[in-house]
């Protein structure tokens, strides 16, 4: 058994196959998700669990050099934009359109419980070096 915290082997395999600059997107349980893009969905009831919990969890893990968000949510979730604001240093805000359209690229989309507006991040992953 592994060592660390982190008890998901969906996510555990996603984060050891990253590299620099690949994304995993974190979403609420309204985003949709692209075909082709692998669906982690740990949803299991509205707000369970919340999106904050599984972003700590998985910033844990991995190395972020930088996050995106919806430009929305600093006015139809500022709970979510504050805690994104407080918890990252380098944010790109993009129109809630144009992140629906770079989570095609990402390596997955965890998908949660959290059902507020614009509650969705994009992880950028950096290096250890």
């Known amino acids: 058994m592994r060592k660390s915290r982190f008890l998901n082997s969906e996510i555990t395999k996603v984060l050891a196959d990253i590299g620099h ?3 995993i997107v974190i ?3 309204g985003l949709p998700i692209p075909d082709g893009v692998k669906k982690i969905d740990l949803s299991l009831t509205l707000g369970v669990p919340a999106i904050d919990v599984v972003i700590k969890a ?3 893990e991995m190395e ?11 006015v139809r979730n500022e709970a979510f934009s504050q805690f994104a ?3 990252f240093h380098s944010i790109e ?7 629906k359209q770079q989570t095609k690229s990402a390596k997955a989309v965890i998908r ?3 059902h507020t507006p614009y509650a969705n991040i994009i992880l950028h992953a950096g290096v250890i070096f």
């Open 64 to 74: 972020v050099e930088k996050v995106t968000i919806a430009e929305e949510a600093e």
């Open 112 to 114: 949660t419980g959290e």
């Open 58 to 60: 998985v910033v844990d």
């Open 85 to 87: 604001n407080a918890r």
């Open 21 to 23: 600059t690949d994304t």
């Open 27 to 29: 979403a609420d349980c």
């Open 93 to 99: 805000k993009v129109s809630h359109e144009v992140f």
